[in-house]
């Protein structure tokens, strides 16, 4: 058993028993590590907001090579997220990015690079203006599955390589743009000009900037496609619940 340290992002947390926790951290130096605080329901305030979803705090935990649970000792706040955000639709979004990384990242291997990227990501939630939240989401989203090894292909057929549809048609089980003899096998989607323009800066420029590459009446259009492709590619991914009480109230633009 060995004492370990590490900087992580809280992504949810359970009750144990009447006066314990579970904490499912996400860690830079460790990866998904699940925590428990023993405790931490009797005197909440012996870890302050470090344990709560959202903050990003740095924590000192006995690891055990073989266990699925690793005892925290000690959890200092660096950055306590959730407190700071007071509105509904930051909130969903930024829950967003925790389902996400929860969904799609895998057991204790850690990915320093997704880790920052989930950390910027959420200081940009917390501070930009509310109609960059759907670009900041999607970016996030496009961001991830690359690190993960499922870049959307935009430059040529995501399917054979040859030259592109002038169409601008979006293949998800293919993983990108595709040609016109591969279009013909169907499960395209036809983006619209800007969608795809905005598509491409997403998924390249820092995730902070993304409010300036998406108009929010696109925002609709590219979600749905980034969803599929993400569908496609990772089992667990259904989408994100976070965001469906948002969905129901904004209507969806027709693909043009
Ligand atoms: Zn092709």
């Given at each position: 058993m060995a004492l370990v340290r590490s900087e992580g992002i809280v992504l949810k947390t359970h009750a144990l028993g009447d006066t314990s926790r579970i904490v499912v951290v996400y860690m830079r130096d460790q990866g998904l590590t699940r925590l428990v605080a023993k405790g931490a329901r009797k005197?909440?305030?012996?870890?302050g907001f470090a344990l709560e979803p959202l903050s990003r705090g740095r924590y000192v935990f006995y690891y055990?090579?073989?266990?699925d649970l690793h005892l925290l000792s000690q959890a200092d706040t660096l950055a306590p997220t959730g407190s700071r955000i007071a509105d509904l639709a930051r909130l969903a979004h930024a829950e967003a990015a925790l389902e996400l990384v929860d969904k799609l990242v895998w057991g204790e291997e850690p990915h320093a690079e997704l880790y920052d990227l989930l950390a910027t990501t959420l200081e940009s939630i917390a501070a930009a203006?509310?109609?960059s939240l759907p670009a900041l989401t999607i970016a996030f989203e496009l961001q991830v599955a690359s690190l993960l090894g499922y870049r959307p292909r935009?430059?040529?057929?995501?399917?054979?390589?040859?030259a592109l549809s002038p169409e601008r048609l979006f293949s998800p089980a293919r993983g990108g743009l595709v040609c016109d003899a591969c279009a013909a096998d169907g499960g395209t989607v036809r983006l619209s000009a800007d969608a795809l323009a905005g598509l491409a800066l997403l998924l390249t420029r820092p995730v902070h900037e993304a409010g300036q590459y998406l108009e929010v009446r696109r925002s609709g259009e590219i979600l749905r496609v980034v969803e599929a492709f993400l569908k496609h590619h990772f089992q667990?991914?259904?989408?994100l619940r976070s965001l469906e009480l948002l969905r129901s109230l904004t209507t969806p633009e027709p693909v043009a």
């Open positions: 005197t909440p305030s012996r870890f055990k090579p073989d266990r203006p509310e109609a935009l430059d040529a057929c995501a399917d054979c390589g040859r667990r991914f259904q989408g």
